[in-house]
């Protein structure tokens, strides 16, 4: 989504125009297509959000215990996917969920009474976003990854100190740790805003919101060897840049 006064600019958003601003401007303003994009990368990380997703419809429309309303879930996915998708990435996918599932039983359901956010859209301060799972009671937020290493980078970094912004400013509550939920391995990172290298961060996503409302979208890579990685790159060709 480009970036207006009404609705803000995304932390993917940001990443991009740190990866290239003009990459950037090819997609959000110039609206081009990628060419030679394979989505297939990104089919676990969106069918572990819809199993997700459903799952938290049965777990709270009905007070079962887990291994039912994972089956609930399970039967409610097959009428959505049919068979023409990768049997391999649902599998994994439902991995995931099992891995939540066994996480929240754990950690939430017997101490925690109330029902958490989930998928809850934002939009405060110019920017905007989808957090996956927030529970207020105990003020946890978390966003679900699929990768198979449970490692902070830098665009995770970033993810996290945009949803501080987000949250802070929609409740109105201070956000002192962000937890990412890697849901394949089943293991959790932990970002703590109030170290340097986190601030540090955050005044690299200020400066990056600021050159995009100025649209300064110069072809500037962030690293030699962005352009062979760039879904964006025949468009630079075409144009001439």
Same mark, same amino acid.
């Given at each position: ?8 600019? +995304?932390? *993917? ?13 090819? /997609? ?5 297509? $990628?060419?030679?994009?394979?989505? *297939? ?12 997703? /459903? %799952?938290?419809? &049965?777990?709270? !429309?009905?007070?079962? *215990? ?8 399970? @039967? ?5 996917? !049919?068979?023409?998708? !990768?049997?391999? #990435? &649902? ?20 101490? =925690?009474?109330?029902? $958490?956010?989930? @998928?809850?859209?934002? *939009?405060?301060?110019? %920017? ?7 529970? =207020? ?7 679900? /990854? ?8 830098? #665009? ?6 945009? %949803? ?9 509550? $201070?956000?002192?740790?962000?937890? &990412? ?5 089943? @293991?959790?990172?932990?970002? +703590? ?15 990056? /919101?600021?050159?995009? @409302? ?6 500037e890579p962030r690293l030699p060897n962005n352009c062979k990685n760039c879904e964006y790159k025949y468009y630079c060709k075409i144009l001439g840049v």
């Open positions: 989504m480009v970036w207006n006064k009404h609705t803000g600019i +995304s932390q *993917s958003a940001i990443s991009l125009y740190r990866f290239c601003p003009y990459a950037y401007y090819l /997609k959000y303003k110039k609206r081009c297509t $990628p060419m030679f994009w394979d989505m *297939s990368a990104m089919d676990t990380g969106r069918y572990a959000h819809d199993a997700i997703d /459903k %799952y938290y419809k &049965f777990h709270y !429309d009905a007070e079962e *215990s887990r291994d039912y309303i994972l089956a609930n879930t399970y @039967e409610e996915l097959k009428k959505i996917w !049919d068979t023409s998708l !990768d049997i391999e #990435n &649902f599998k994994k996918a439902y991995q995931c969920l099992e891995n939540h599932a066994d996480w929240e039983y754990r950690n939430i359901t017997d101490g =925690l009474q109330t029902k $958490p956010l989930t @998928e809850l859209k934002l *939009s405060q301060k110019g %920017y905007f976003g989808y957090l996956d799972y927030v529970h =207020l009671q105990n003020w946890k937020p978390v966003d679900f /990854k699929t990768g198979k290493h449970a490692n902070l980078s830098y #665009n995770y970094r970033l993810q996290a100190y945009v %949803y501080k912004v987000l949250l802070e400013a929609e409740f109105g509550k $201070p956000v002192n740790h962000f937890y &990412f939920y890697f849901l394949h391995p089943n @293991e959790w990172r932990t970002v +703590s805003f109030g170290k340097d290298k986190q601030i540090k961060v955050g005044e690299d996503v200020e400066n990056y /919101k600021l050159r995009i @409302e100025d649209e300064d979208f110069e072809h």
